[in-house]
Each structure stands twice: as C-alpha cells, then as structure tokens.
C-alpha cells in the first residue's frame, strides 16, 4: 500500500520584519493571529512494539509525535 503524506504544522518562526507585520495587522483587526509553517511528511510504518513505546512516550510527554 502507498503511503498519504500528511500536512504537519508548527508554530512558525518568525523574522522581526514579519512579526511587525503581522502584529499590525492584529492591531487593524483587532484579533490575536497565529502564524503557522506546514510541511508534506511521510509517516513511517511501526510495527506494534514501536507504536506501542511511541504512544507511551506521548502520554508521558503530553505531546503527539509523529514518526517520519
């Protein structure tokens, strides 16, 4: 079976010249924006052993994580 990429996003980072900008336009919207980067990944195949400490780890983390 072929495997689906799947978009994955973060919180971007930005540079002071886009943070200014976007700060202006919160201030002529009068809301809070939050800028996000996103990215095509792959996820890997896991087998149940590797799926099972994944899980573990994300409830001990308080985090999703993807295996790629």
């Given amino acids: 079976a072929k495997r689906r990429s ?4 973060n ?3 930005l540079e002071n010249d886009k943070l ?3 700060q202006k336009l919160e201030k ?3 809301k ?6 996103c990215h095509d990944v792959k996820p890997a ?7 099972s ?3 573990a780890a994300e409830d001990e ?5 993807v295996a790629v």
């Fill in 6 to 9: 799947v978009m994955l996003c």
């Fill in 11 to 13: 919180i971007a980072k």
């Fill in 20 to 22: 200014e900008a976007i």
């Fill in 28 to 30: 002529e919207v009068g």
């Fill in 32 to 37: 809070t924006l939050v800028a996000f980067s």
């Fill in 45 to 51: 195949e896991l087998s149940d052993d590797q799926l």
């Fill in 53 to 55: 400490k994944i899980k």
């Fill in 61 to 65: 983390i308080g985090f999703a994580l």
